[in-house]
């Protein structure tokens, strides 16, 4: 399983706020039933099979083209860890146990 982050720009909007073309982008892991996800503030968090978060990437990325959108600008961080089975959960509470120490 693979966990990865996914942030989607719109560049040259009329308007600063891109909040609406990245909820157009969000709309589509909505539909997905193989990708888990959590949204932060900077970025979407999306857990599942890698094939499945490259395609769901790329079906984001091209639904933020819409309403007059010419450029978007999409960012893919991937950990893919084959010695154990890890999830966002776990890299969670990992990390909080050991600011515990």
């Known amino acids: 399983m693979a966990i990865a982050e996914i942030s989607i720009i719109p560049i040259g909007t009329k308007n600063p706020s891109v909040s609406r073309h990245v909820a157009a982008a969000i709309k589509v892991l909505q539909c997905e039933k193989n990708v888990k996800y959590e949204l932060t503030a900077m970025g979407t ?18 639904e933020a083209f819409g309403d007059g959108v010419a450029r978007v600008l999409t960012s893919i961080k991937i950990d893919d860890r084959r010695d154990k089975h890890h999830n966002i959960e776990a890299k969670i509470c990992s990390l909080k146990e050991k600011l515990k120490h």
Not at 45 to 62: F, P, Q, Y
Request: aromatic share 0%; charged share 35%.
């Open 45 to 62: 968090i999306v857990e599942g099979n890698l094939d499945n978060i490259i395609r769901v990437a790329k079906k984001m990325h091209e």
